[in-house]
């Protein structure tokens, strides 16, 4: 049984093993870790919870698959009573007034949240590295960084101190931890799940998604959570992701895709590179019909990826100003109030892709490069479009390099941002991609056509098998 | 209006000015090529088309959220939100 969300739910009903010592041991686990990957470990919460689970098994009554499986969450989902500081000072003693809709519909199912999880501030990063509660540190190798930006949730389900947890994907947030840390990590089609209750980075490519240790695990959370929300427009309601497309063949002659230069850039690592190449040989020889594809260069996936994500980060965070919630600095008027209590609080990164969203949207910059960005937005989604009428589906490698050493990546800002260069793409065309830890060091990533999410799966359970 | 603003102003950050490292990324935009003769951003991706929009609604808050939004005022009186001074210009 590959799936530990089944298989803790037959401990539990047999008996074999309490909710609360099940909960209790992920959270000794956690507070003993070194890893970084907890911003609040929700003890008393979690404990409570366990215990009503405790008290229905001994009733005899019933309880869902999820009931009593202990999950993190990336602290940037709002989770009612408890913090979430979007691992910045800003909001370090900010409580959540409402719950976020997909972790709602997790406790809704019985599922334990344990934990907030550290993640770059707002999103802001590639490696986990910058936040106020210190960089995470990898599963594999905790001299190298967790990825990011939701490095403390890839991190606790690799250690297995979550069953598996909630993370988000502006640009690749899900899917680079994921590969970092050798777990799945999907990255829904844009929608699929309501973001409402989720503080926001870029409003536009945002994604909520699971991070678990297999493919069941990552099955069983997403039909939980997806859904049309009244409270988020932008979601659509969907069909669950079937048992039989995990399980079922990827047929013979399916149409793969894969963009030739990202393979051939020169930015591509030796090894990463041999790995994907060794994929593709394997799937040739499994009678898969190989289609390599044209794309847009990498660096103007990034520059439009940024540009956008950017605009519309300074918009969001605009609202934090220490006027209604967060720590309020006083200044000799209110201007000075606000401008010295969002430079003491905001990290130098998050004040980076502020200042850098302004400039986009400031006068002269608008036009030539903000309206520019959108539509070679409008571009790659139509290049997308053209790609799926040709491949079912389209793989890659996660990132160009392997994973790099904590301290590199805030002294060079572009090196972080062209680490994303696999990823961001995927994010501004709004299509499903799943982070598979296969093939490559840091995974494979495979994409489909918008609301296909059931081929990933069955490609996924392929390259598991041939690889 | 016509008033310029400068970056540290629309930031409401101390000193921010534009940084290499984004210049660079926008270098990368002007060179861009719109192969596409559809430029029309109007139709916006991951947007709602107004059509679809629902109306209005007033939602009234939970006591315990109510409480909670209280808990997290910054400076608080007797239950109510003490703010800033107004802007006097």
Redesign the interface.
Same mark, same amino acid.
């Given at each position: 049984m590959s799936s530990s969300i089944k298989a803790l739910h037959k401990k539990l009903i047999n008996k074999e093993v309490s909710c609360v010592d099940l909960v209790q041991e992920k959270l000794d686990q956690l507070k003993s870790s070194d890893y970084n990957t907890d911003n609040y470990i929700l003890n008393d919460y979690a404990i409570n919870l366990a215990k009503k689970v405790d008290t229905k098994i001994a009733n005899g009554e019933t309880i869902n698959l999820l009931e009593g499986i202990p999950f993190g969450v990336k602290d940037v989902y709002l989770l009612?009573?408890t913090y979430s500081s979007a691992s910045s000072d800003f909001l370090k003693k /900010? +409580?959540?007034?409402?719950t976020a809709t997909a972790i709602q519909k997790l406790l809704d199912a019985g599922a334990i949240p344990i934990v907030k999880e550290n993640c770059d501030s707002f999103g802001h990063g590639s490696s986990s590295e910058n936040t106020v509660f210190g960089a995470v540190k990898n599963a594999l190798d905790p001299s190298k960084v967790a990825g990011g930006s939701s490095g403390g949730s890839a991190v606790n389900v690799a250690k297995n101190f979550t069953t598996f947890s909630i993370g988000g994907d502006t640009g690749g947030s899900i899917r680079q931890p994921a590969g970092y840390n050798n777990v799945y990590g999907l990255k829904p089609t844009?929608?699929k799940i309501s973001r409402f209750g989720l503080m926001a980075y870029a409003s536009? !490519?945002d994604c909520v998604g699971p991070i678990a240790q297999s493919l069941e695990d990552t099955q069983i959370v997403l039909n939980t959570m997806a859904g049309k929300d *009244?409270r988020d427009? !932008?979601s659509f309601s969907s069909e669950p992701v079937s048992d039989e497309s995990i399980t079922s063949a990827l047929a013979k002659g399916t149409k793969i895709g894969y963009y030739k230069n990202f393979i051939e850039s020169e930015a591509i690592s030796p090894e990463i590179k041999a790995g994907f190449e060794n994929m593709i040989a394997k799937l040739k020889a499994e009678g898969m019909e190989i289609i390599p594809l044209d794309f847009f260069d990498a #660096?103007?996936l990034?520059?439009?990826y *940024?540009?956008l994500a950017?605009a519309e980060t300074?918009s969001n965070l605009?609202r934090l100003?220490?006027?209604? *919630?967060?720590?309020?600095e !006083?200044g000799k008027?209110? +201007?000075e109030?606000?401008?010295? !209590?969002?430079?003491e609080n905001?990290t130098a990164e998050t004040?980076?892709r502020?200042?850098?969203g #302004?400039?986009?949207l400031? &006068?002269g910059?608008s036009e030539?490069?903000y309206?520019?960005?959108?539509?070679?937005?409008? &571009?790659i989604?139509?290049h997308f479009d053209e790609d799926f009428k040709k491949v079912a589906i389209v793989l890659s490698p996660v990132t160009p390099n392997p994973v790099p050493k904590i301290g590199n990546n805030l002294k060079d800002?572009?090196t972080m /941002?062209l680490s994303d260069a696999y990823t961001v793409g995927f994010s501004?065309g709004?299509l499903p991609t799943l982070t598979a830890p296969l093939a490559m060091e840091t995974g494979v990533q495979i994409t489909a056509a918008k609301k296909q999410e059931a081929i990933l799966f069955t490609c996924a359970n392929f390259l598991k098998q041939v690889l | 209006m016509g008033k310029e603003m400068t970056l540290d102003v629309l930031s409401s950050i101390k000193g921010a000015e534009a940084s290499q490292v984004i210049e660079d990324l926008f270098e990368v935009i002007k060179k861009g090529h719109l192969t596409d003769g559809n430029n029309n951003i109007a139709h916006t991706i991951n947007a709602v088309t107004i059509d679809d929009l629902r109306a209005d609604e007033v939602i009234n808050s939970s006591e315990i959220e109510r409480n909670l939004i209280i808990e997290n005022f910054p400076n608080e009186k007797n239950n109510f939100l003490v703010v800033p001074k107004v802007i006097e210009e």
């Open positions: 009612q009573g /900010y +409580k959540s007034p409402y844009y929608g536009s !490519t *009244y427009q !932008t #660096n103007m990034v520059s439009t *940024y540009a950017m300074a605009a100003d220490g006027t209604n *919630y967060g720590v309020r !006083t008027d209110l +201007k109030g606000y401008s010295i !209590t969002r430079s905001f004040k980076r502020i200042v850098g #302004n400039q986009v400031s &006068q910059h030539e490069i309206n520019k960005a959108q539509q070679l937005r409008q &571009q989604s139509h800002p572009m /941002y501004l709004g | -």
